[in-house]
């Protein structure tokens, strides 16, 4: 499989990805965060998000995008917040997610 890496930072990219990241057929996530000093007090820079059913991997700028990244919805009233803490859907690192 040939994947593609798209960055997103504008809301009608993040409006492309939330939509193939919530289609029915998705239940798995692969996510990885890539920030400065990433912990309680560090700044998240990249979200990058993949689903198997996808050929792309979506990298969310949040340093573009802010608060946006995250509380933006889609016509179908989706966010990368609720994404993120949706229990029904299992967020794995990269490697363990074939």
């Known amino acids: 499989m040939s994947l593609t890496a798209l960055l997103v930072d504008t809301t009608q990219l993040l409006d492309a990805c939330l939509n193939e990241i919530t289609s029915k057929n998705v239940h ?3 996510v ?3 920030g400065v000093d990433l912990s309680r007090n560090g700044r998240i ?7 198997k059913s996808s050929s792309t991997v979506w990298m969310i700028d949040v340093t573009i995008l802010g608060r946006d990244a995250f509380t933006h919805r889609s ?9 993120l803490e949706n229990d029904q859907i299992v967020k794995v690192m990269y490697l363990i997610f074939f």
């Open 75 to 83: 016509a179908n009233g989706c966010s990368l917040k609720r994404v």
């Open 45 to 51: 820079a990249i979200v990058q998000i993949f689903a």
């Open 32 to 34: 990885d965060l890539e």
């Open 28 to 30: 798995k996530l692969a």
